[in-house]
């Protein structure tokens, strides 16, 4: 029987993030897509999330960037219904003040009415650079007019308030992934070796060819590890 997976997109991403990597996982995971668009504050992202699977007890959790953060905030709240949890291209930690400075930056120029320039500001941090050009830079950046500077503003309130999740990692008790992209830029290895470092048991993976979104840079590579990871 297929297990409920709960996916969690990362900032201005919506379900085409994980879209092609769920065929090859077909028979392994029922997956729904959480709606992270309609709250500024972590907590509240996860009480959405958590609503999503209201009517499976227990289901497996992946959150990418973002997604990464609202999944260590359900290990928080609801740690009994996790089965396993998978963390791609995201931190532990808080904010760093240049973090925040940056996106403060970004939030500036999209109530300036620039939302538009936005996303070509963050392409070169998003995708691989043999990437940056051509279709999957057009789908990124379709993707994140979709979620719209509103929910780009609360987005971003979100993650500048986030805690540092580096005290709950020892206490992650089910099999965990955790895998990046090799030239990302925002999350770079070293963070996903610290979480591995903490979390008990972790299988750390890093994929080529890949930047921030490698769920979409190189799918089948993120589907293999993902399978591997809901048959453990």
Request: hydrophobic share 50%; net charge neutral; charged share 20%.
């Given at each position: 029987?297929?297990?409920?997976?709960?996916?969690?997109?990362?900032?201005?991403?919506?379900?085409?993030?994980w879209r092609d990597v769920l065929p090859p996982l077909a028979g392994l995971?029922?997956?729904?897509?959480?709606?992270?668009?309609?709250?500024?504050?972590?907590?509240?992202?996860?009480?959405?999330?958590?609503?999503?699977?209201?009517?499976?007890?227990?289901?497996?959790?992946?959150?990418?960037?973002?997604?990464?953060?609202?999944?260590?905030?359900?290990?928080?709240?609801?740690?009994?219904?996790?089965?396993?949890?998978?963390?791609?291209?995201?931190?532990?930690?808080?904010?760093?003040?240049?973090?925040?400075?940056?996106?403060?930056?970004?939030?500036?120029?999209?109530?300036?009415?620039?939302?538009?320039?936005?996303?070509?500001?963050?392409?070169?941090?998003?995708?691989?650079?043999?990437?940056?050009?051509?279709?999957?830079?057009?789908?990124?950046?379709?993707?994140?007019?979709?979620?719209?500077?509103?929910?780009?503003?609360?987005?971003?309130?979100?993650?500048?308030?986030?805690?540092?999740?580096?005290?709950?990692?020892?206490?992650?008790?089910?099999?965990?992934?955790?895998?990046?992209?090799?030239?990302?830029?925002?999350?770079?290895?070293?963070?996903?070796?610290?979480?591995?470092?903490?979390?008990?048991?972790?299988?750390?993976?890093?994929?080529?060819?890949?930047?921030?979104?490698?769920?979409?840079?190189?799918?089948?590579?993120?589907?293999?590890?993902?399978?591997?990871?809901?048959?453990?």
């Amino acid at each position: 029987m297929a297990l409920p997976l709960l996916l969690l997109p990362g900032l201005l991403c919506d379900a085409r993030l994980w879209r092609d990597v769920l065929p090859p996982l077909a028979g392994l995971a029922a997956p729904r897509v959480a709606d992270l668009t309609q709250r500024d504050s972590i907590a509240g992202m996860a009480r959405d999330a958590l609503a999503v699977m209201e009517d499976a007890p227990r289901f497996a959790l992946a959150g990418l960037s973002m997604g990464g953060y609202v999944a260590f905030e359900i290990m928080r709240r609801a740690p009994a219904r996790v089965t396993h949890l998978a963390l791609l291209d995201t931190s532990a930690r808080a904010d760093a003040p240049e973090q925040t400075e940056r996106r403060q930056a970004l939030i500036a120029l999209s109530r300036q009415g620039q939302f538009r320039g936005v996303t070509p500001r963050l392409l070169p941090l998003l995708l691989h650079p043999a990437q940056q050009k051509g279709p999957l830079a057009e789908e990124v950046m379709a993707m994140a007019e979709r979620v719209g500077p509103e929910a780009f503003l609360r987005q971003q309130t979100a993650i500048m308030g986030r805690p540092d999740s580096r005290p709950l990692l020892p206490r992650i008790a089910v099999p965990t992934l955790i895998a990046c992209g090799e030239e990302d830029a925002l999350t770079p290895p070293a963070l996903h070796e610290e979480m591995a470092a903490l979390i008990p048991g972790a299988r750390l993976r890093r994929f080529a060819g890949a930047g921030h979104l490698p769920s979409m840079e190189q799918p089948l590579a993120v589907a293999e590890a993902m399978a591997e990871w809901l048959r453990g």
